[in-house]
């Protein structure tokens, strides 16, 4: 079955740094993944999808990086601000599946 | 604002007892998919709606049931709570008839504390 994890539960950076949220996969069906961003007491949040079909892929100060030989993906958030601070989760989801799988979520703190 | 809105919010209640989890989707979707997010965890699917029927299911207990009602909205029931359960219920519609491929919209959850 699908399995969706994230190699770090908490990441702190300074504001104005990139930050770098990192996610590995086991399913080598999955071929769509999302990142979704909760804050305290709120529901998650899009952030970026990106298909299998692509390495890459682009936001507005976020970017989605994928690369299925090692069945790995991750999020770089561009000039951290303290509005960022979170739990980001990614998500899978399999060819012929209609649920999304979601990892356990990063706790991203920004410092001032 | 996502457009799911959930009711209640909040809900406190004891071991043994029953719940229902109401779910308004967003206008035109037709999908409700139900999540568990249990303390400092990950959110575990639970079970997918679309237009009434049961599309997909995930990890619920047998005590756990839910329907979508002919205006879509969607109900999860949950009964012989135990303390286990306690967690925050997320409700997400999207269009998507069958798999995923595009954004869940999240409500903002439901916290049920089992005591």
């Known amino acids: 079955g699908e399995s969706v994890g994230l190699h770090l539960p908490t990441l702190s950076v300074q504001e104005g740094d990139n930050s770098i949220i990192n996610c590995a996969y086991s399913?080598?069906?999955?071929?769509?993944f999302i990142w979704y961003k909760q804050e305290s007491g709120k529901g998650p949040q899009f952030i970026i999808d990106?298909?299998?079909?692509?390495d890459k892929r682009q936001g507005q100060r976020v970017t989605v990086l994928l690369n299925k030989t090692v069945k790995h993906l991750s999020l770089q958030i561009a000039a951290t601000q303290p509005g960022d601070s979170a739990v980001y989760f990614c998500?899978?989801?399999?060819?012929?599946?209609?649920?999304?799988?979601f990892g356990e979520g990063t706790q991203l703190t920004v410092n001032p | 604002d996502s457009g799911v809105t959930q009711t209640p919010k909040h809900l406190i209640t004891a071991t043994g007892q029953r719940v229902t989890l109401r779910c308004s989707p967003r206008?035109?979707?037709?999908?409700v998919y139900w999540y568990q997010q249990s303390l400092d965890q990950g959110l575990q699917f639970l079970i997918q709606?679309?237009?009434?029927?049961?599309?997909a299911k995930g990890n619920i207990l047998e005590r756990f049931s839910a329907q979508q009602f002919p205006d879509l909205h969607s109900e999860l029931n949950l009964s012989s709570l135990e303390l286990g359960d306690s967690a925050l219920y997320f409700c997400?519609?999207?269009?998507?008839?069958?798999?995923?491929?595009?954004?869940?919209?999240f409500g903002e959850g439901s916290r049920l504390t089992v005591l």
């Open positions: 997400a519609s999207s269009v998507a008839v069958g798999r995923v491929t595009g954004e869940l919209f």
């Open positions: 399913n080598s069906a999955s071929d769509y």
């Open positions: 990106i298909r299998s079909n692509m």
């Open positions: 998500a899978g989801s399999e060819t012929s599946g209609s649920r999304l799988t």
């Open positions: 206008s035109g979707d037709l999908s």
């Open positions: 709606y679309y237009n009434g029927e049961e599309r």
